[in-house]
């Protein structure tokens, strides 16, 4: 019989908090984290605001007690915080004592130091050594080695929908018996690469986002990292763990349209979500609270809005916590599965923050107030460039197939 | 003018990669975006790039795009009022 | 049980269906190789002129194993190991020199490496699952296994597997279409073959 996926440790640090309950309770009392650029200097620090975590990279070495020669980047950093923070958490002693693995999720990898660094090389051998960090795959192996993880890694880079494929490949995974547990999540770190790439595609906001609204004008970019330790019924037995909730469905479709925008009908995204239901034997009215992609782009939530409509006869409560943290890229997924468990396990629903005006295409009103809510079933989208849309559906009690 | 709408036609083809297709194949009048030439948002953001780089003009906001890229020929007349590079 | 009757592997001087050459490079570089297949095999899509050179190579390996092919939930599982570096570059390159500092969006768009799997969906409208791996080298063992997993939950009813390398004027790309019945056993001796 196929084992269920049970989620016993989260870590996560953002701009709302170094902490899983940090992160909470900036939630419900409703204290985003949306500020001016401060870490380093660009020639749009004024021009937008985004999701940044108020330390420096020598704080963050400091936290993890990294060695004074060291090659981690401020995404592996995040990384490394995040996971060892879920793996405390799951009350875990000896990663490798049962088939463990990491599948670790980024974008900018190694990017923010080398573009810091790439001019200097010439002249400044030290910082050579960065080099070897750039690539992707670097940050999921400095995490690994962080964790003390001797089993398998892997690294996905699927832009805003990276870490809802971690998370769907790891319960793949442990399903299937390939692993026993699995941590898994994202990572992105803000740089100069991504901020300046985004502002030439026009779709950031002088201002804080507005997810879901008709005066929205565009999302604020974040960076943050999330992680969550997933293990098959036979760890969470022996070991006696707490079940914090399970990953009871998911589903992955391609939305087939443009590299960047979405379909006018969000067909990728109600196919995605249409799969996700499969798989968790669920109807969608057994959904308490959708967590939304909602990155206030003109565009996704228009997309999104109306695959929410054509899958859900009653759409439920919904939000977009972007407005908290940014769209933090390849963590979001990440972020959001931390929060969705979160408002299972205390039954509650987190507000769209910046929510004044509903968009005159339909009458979709989020959940402005935190709310207490007994749910059962949540439901989280992410969507990345390439059409890549990913659902998670988390749920208290696992489904049995 | 015409020697405006000519180095356009070129840029437009040089800078959204229009390999196939020679400036006597762009009508003054035709449709660059929908029908016309097929161009996507993507194509417009690049023109906007194209309008700060070669004519120092700097759009705020993409949506005015939609007016001025209707054709070559609203495009010349915009970038000829607006220009500030010559 | 599963199996794979078709495969691409395109390289500097050559590319090959199955093994055998289709295409041969005589001093072509990338740009010119890739443009003279897309004319001989009378490809119609403008689209892949703004395509940057990774998706390039993923969009004309993907045409020739798809060829005519009919069905439609085909997932893709790509994977290599500089993900889109090629174009990272291109795009650093437009924001360094403060007083020339042009981004072009057209070249950000292209700095993920899934969007090569984003440009085949479009082409051959295929909404299905699909995932990019970064990795030394081709993951032969987890492709076998995310793709024996696919078709046997019916997620998917053929399986794209691919490794699709660009930098720096450097390329290779080994496809191949893994169904449920075939020529070639899918093992993993097999798809080191193909991939080698």
Known sequence: MRSRVAITGMGIISAIGSTVEENFDALVSKRPGISFLENFSSRHASEIKVGEIKRTNEELQQLLGLPAENTFTRTSMLGAYAAAQAVKAAGIKDLNDVRAGLISSTSVGGMDFTEKHYRQYLNHPEFQKYIESHHAGDSSNKIAHY???????????TACSSAANAIMLGAGMIEQGYLDRVVVGGTDALSKFTVNGFKTLMILSDADNMPFDQERKGLNLGEAAAYLVLESDEVVKRKKREVLAYVAGYGNANDAYHQTASSENGEGAYLAMKEAFEKAGIEPHEIGYVNAHGTATPNNDLSEGRALLRIFDKVPAFSSTKAFTGHTLAAAAAVEAVYSVLALQRGIVFPNLN?????????LIPQTEPVSKELKYVLSNSFGFGGNCSTLIFSK???HE | MEALKQELKERIIEVLNLEDITPADIQDTEALFGDGLGLDSIDALEL????????????????????????????AQFIAENRTKL | MYAINKFINIQKDAIFENGICLFKNEEDGFSAFMKRVYKERGINYPKFYKMDDL???AFIAAELLLGDEEEKDIALLLSNREASLDTDLKHQQTIQDAAAYFPSPAVFVYTLPNITIGEISIRHALKSESAFFIAERFPAERMQQYAQYLLKTKKAVKVL???VHFLNGEY????YLVETHGNIAHTIENINEITK
């Open chain 2, 48 to 75: 906007i790039v194209l309008l700060d780089k070669e004519y120092g003009i700097k759009l705020a906001d993409p949506k005015q795009g939609k007016e001025i890229f209707q054709s070559v020929e609203t495009m």
């Open chain 3, 161 to 163: 597997c691919g490794w």
């Open chain 3, 55 to 57: 998706c390039k190579l």
């Open chain 1, 355 to 363: 929510f004044r005006r509903p968009m005159e295409e339909f009458n």
């Open chain 3, 172 to 175: 290779r790309a080994d496809f």
């Open chain 1, 147 to 157: 964790l003390g993880l001797k089993g398998f890694v892997s690294t996905i880079s």
């Open chain 1, 397 to 399: 009690t696992g489904t």
